[in-house]
Nanobody
C-alpha cells in the first residue's frame, strides 16, 4: 500500500506564510504526479496546484503568484509554499499522488488525511 502524510498546517495571520509537506511512503515504484487540493467548510474540494513527473506545474487562478509547489523526488515528498495568505485560503489541504507501484499494475491515486490551514484577518 501507499501512504501520504501531510504536515505543516496551522493558524497564521493574513499576509503570513506557511509551508505544507506531503510525504509518500510504501510500495512506490514511481510517482507520475502530485497535487494539492483544498476544501473549505460548505464548499467543494478544489484543485490548488499540480506538479507532474517532468516537474511542470499548474496552479489555480486563486493561488497563482502566491503559492509554489515543488517536490523532492528522492524523498517522495512534495511541498506547498504559501505566501501572502488570505482568509479565503482557510481550508483543509489534501495532498494526492498518482503512484506506480510496480511494472504490472496501472497507476493509482492516493490521498492523505488532510491538514488544516486557518488564516485570520
Amino acid at each position: 500500500q501507499v501512504q501520504l502524510v501531510e504536515s505543516g498546517g496551522g493558524l497564521v495571520q493574513a499576509g503570513g506564510s506557511l509551508r505544507l509537506s506531503c510525504a509518500a511512503s510504501g510500495c512506490i515504484f514511481s510517482i507520475n504526479a502530485m497535487r494539492w487540493h483544498r476544501q473549505a467548510p460548505g464548499k467543494q474540494r478544489e484543485l490548488v496546484a499540480v506538479i507532474a513527473g517532468s516537474d511542470s506545474t499548474l496552479y489555480s487562478a486563486s493561488v497563482k503568484g502566491r503559492f509554489t509547489i515543488s517536490r523532492d523526488g528522492a524523498k517522495n515528498t512534495m511541498y506547498l509554499q504559501m505566501n501572502s495568505l488570505k482568509p479565503e485560503d482557510t481550508a483543509v489541504y489534501y495532498c494526492g499522488a498518482t503512484v506506480v507501484r510496480d511494472t504490472v499494475l496501472p497507476p493509482a491515486d492516493y490521498w492523505g488525511q488532510g491538514t488544516q490551514v486557518t488564516v485570520s484577518s
